[in-house]
């Protein structure tokens, strides 16, 4: 991989999964190095997180490179540009990490990340991820349904909404001190979409824990949705009646709704939502309904005006 070792290689540096086991004995050279304080512990602190592939949710396409995935990034809270979040990352702390689980519930519990990790079978399931602005990938990620931890709270029958929200602390992600979204970043789902199978709890990526500019240590993919609805970094989910109202909506209520389902036909405000650029290709692809899901999540919305409900 490298003729020498280099300490301030970063994560994002590495290519493909083939590469990805060369980083993991790197990692392990590495956090000796360490030891005698020459490494910041960010470059070595990825842990590998066991999981069993869901055979379901394999899907046929190629994988985007390890390197993309987590050097190509949306996360504002670390700054606008795409390689802002891989980094300036490093100043989250994830451990220790509790997420708050409140509202329309009868059993409220804050939870500690540990307990989490092993509330449900941690599994391996590729998702085509589509961001709004056209370009998308396709991530091997680990976790479980959200419906698992959903459950475990029994939620009231006043429960319509769930309401995921990211930490908030400037100290930790400097993007907060300005003002380009109402932070906490906040984001939302119908009840019957945060139950559904495809929603994942995710911890990891590639197999290990995701990187901080992946939302570590918890977030959440929706991968029938544009890509700002997978919120990072959760720290509280919230069980309402009425329909949250996410950051994105407060800052562009014309160009950003609630539902952001993946659909080709419904044109984002400035741009056309027909093609997307799968990063690492040249040409555009068409995108798909529901991006590529709508067998499984179509009937969601039936009946729903889809240009109205966008
Ligand atoms: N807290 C928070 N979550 C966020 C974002 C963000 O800026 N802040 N960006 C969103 C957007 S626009 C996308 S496309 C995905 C990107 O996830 P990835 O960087 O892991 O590919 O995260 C989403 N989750
Ligand atoms: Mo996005």
């Not at 390689?83 to 509790?98: E, M, N, S, V, Y």
């Not at 029958?157 to 906040?186: C, H």
């Not at 939302?215 to 309402?240: E, N």
């Amino acid at each position: 991989m490298r003729d020498k070792i280099d300490t301030r290689i970063l994560p994002s540096e590495i290519t493909s999964r083939e590469h990805y086991t060369d980083r993991r004995r790197f990692m392990q050279m590495a956090a000796g190095v360490s030891a005698a304080g020459l490494l910041p512990e960010s470059l070595w602190a990825a842990d590998k997180l066991p999981a069993t592939a869901n055979q379901a949710y394999l899907l046929d396409e190629e994988k985007t490179p390890y390197k993309d995935v987590t050097g190509y990034n949306n996360f504002y809270e670390f700054g606008t540009s795409k390689d802002d979040p891989a980094r300036h990352a490093h100043t989250l702390k994830t451990r220790p990490w509790t997420v708050t689980v409140e509202g329309e519930v009868h059993k409220p519990k804050t939870f500690a990340i540990e307990e989490l990790l092993k509330l449900a079978a941690m599994e391996e399931r590729v998702y085509r991820l589509r961001c709004v602005e056209a370009w998308s990938m396709v991530i091997p990620w680990l976790g479980y349904p959200l419906s698992e931890l959903i459950k475990q709270v029994e939620p009231t029958g006043n429960a319509k909404f769930v309401e995921f929200i990211t930490l908030q602390d400037p100290m930790q992600m400097p993007g907060q001190r300005s003002a380009v979204l109402e932070w906490p970043y906040n984001e939302g789902l119908r009840m019957d979409e945060a139950m559904h199978p495809l929603t994942l709890l995710t911890f990891g990526l590639y197999g290990e824990m995701l990187p901080n500019q992946n939302g570590a240590p918890i977030r959440i993919v929706i991968p029938w949705k544009y890509g700002f609805k997978s919120a990072k970094s959760i720290v509280k989910i919230r069980f309402t009646e009425h329909q949250p109202v996410s950051a994105w909506m407060k800052a562009g209520p014309s160009e950003y709704g609630f539902y952001s389902n993946v659909n080709p036909e419904v044109d984002h405000r400035r741009w056309s939502q027909a093609k997307e650029r799968r990063i690492g290709d040249f040409f555009k692809r068409p995108t798909l309904p529901f991006n590529g899901y709508a067998d499984q999540v179509a009937g969601l919305y039936s009946g729903m005006d889809l240009q109205k409900y966008f």
